[in-house]
């Protein structure tokens, strides 16, 4: 054959059998035709391919199909975790024992991990490189614990109010402590609680979203964490799915707060988060996580009660647990700004929750809130 340096050599394949040569031979000739004009082959490694394939994704987020947020984590698992495994081996050498063995040796994040092995090696198939996708059909044997999540009951809400007030009391001896100590976790805790919203849409609330006057929320932006340089917040105008933007009425208690924190902030731009940061600006979801994972580990130390298995998604699920068993299922999908029932009902309702209507649960929580740990009468 005449290679791209116009020198010609020879291409031979050795077999078993005569028709195995002549296969081999046959696919090392299209290799070679297929590496000078530039396409995918069975010899490209799977660092090239998966280059090829991030191309493809960047398009798609500038087009509106991927948001930033999801490109980045794809990018962080290929180059972070599967190039340095499987990234210098041909596409034609990766075989489904293979990649279920690299899975099996990864601790975390393995079903993201698949996931993009997955789309890499399907783009490989559609561009020709391969006969077969070997991920196909590979299963990750640990993951992310799917078992259904307990709703809250009102002692454990109780709790919660306790570990923050706790938390806040306490004497700040760092800058990041003091930084964590000026997140509103109540007030934010309390949106949760009486809207069902997921913590990165509550954040990424502005005053233009909220109607004080008739106590309505638009909800459906959502904040996104880049995994880029600057690590900075994006807000997102598009919600997580197309029923995620929802108008909610809010409780009297949640408009009550929403009022004082309007009033408090003063002559600001109606642009402006209604949660904002100390410089004025978005406050990310990981430093609410952070500053509760605080709080809860203070309380636990304090008190001897773990509410390690609290965080700002049991809000949500709490309150579609009670609006299932209140207002139907239909209700509560709609409310929460799920596209079907069927992920409201596998998982946003506890069967093993008592029956206990949302409006009781939104008041006595409200009450709590304002009235300290003092379960009202």
């Known amino acids: 054959m005449r290679d791209a340096d116009g020198r010609v050599r020879a291409v031979t394949r050795r077999a078993a059998t005569r028709s195995k040569a002549e296969v081999a031979l046959l696919e090392a000739i299209q290799d070679r035709v297929g590496a000078r004009a530039g396409r995918l082959t069975r010899s490209s490694t799977l660092q090239s391919v998966g280059e090829r394939w991030l191309a493809e994704r960047r398009l798609d987020v500038t087009a509106g199909d991927l948001t930033h947020g999801s490109y980045d984590r794809y990018e962080h698992a290929l180059v972070k975790h599967i190039n340095p495994a499987l990234g210098m081996l041909s596409v034609g050498e990766i075989t489904p024992g293979r990649i279920a063995a690299y899975l099996k040796a990864t601790e975390r994040n393995s079903k993201l991990i698949r996931t993009v092995l997955s789309q890499v090696l399907g783009f490989a ?221 596998a998982h946003y309702w506890d069967r093993r929750a008592g029956v206990v209507t949302a409006t009781d649960t939104q008041r006595r929580l409200s009450a709590a809130w304002t009235k300290g740990v003092t379960e009202p009468g």
């Open 125 to 345: 198939y559609v561009e020709g490189a391969i006969a077969t996708n070997p991920a196909l059909g590979i299963r990750t044997r640990h993951g992310r614990d799917r078992s259904p999540k307990p709703a809250m009951s009102l002692d454990d809400l109780l709790d919660v109010v306790a570990a923050i007030d706790l938390w806040e009391a306490e004497p700040s001896t760092r800058e990041s402590q003091r930084t964590r100590r000026s997140i509103p976790l109540r007030d934010i805790f309390e949106l949760l609680m009486g809207t069902g919203c997921r913590i990165s849409e509550a954040l990424a609330l502005t005053w233009l979203d909220a109607d004080l006057t008739t106590g309505q929320l638009q909800i459906g932006p959502t904040l996104e964490i880049r995994r880029a340089a600057d690590g900075g917040l994006t807000r997102k105008p598009t919600p997580k799915s197309y029923a995620g933007a929802r108008q909610v009425a809010v409780p009297p208690e949640v408009l009550a707060m929403l009022k004082r924190r309007r009033d408090a902030v003063g002559s600001i731009a109606t642009g402006a988060p209604i949660f904002a940061s100390t410089s004025g600006g978005f406050i990310s979801p990981t430093n609410v996580r952070t500053a509760w994972r605080d709080a809860r580990a203070a309380y636990a130390e304090s008190t001897g009660r773990n509410l390690d298995w609290i965080g700002p998604h049991s809000f949500r699920r709490t309150l579609g647990t009670h609006l299932v068993e209140d207002l139907g299922v239909e209700q509560a999908s709609k409310v929460l700004g799920h596209a079907n029932t069927a992920t409201t009902l």
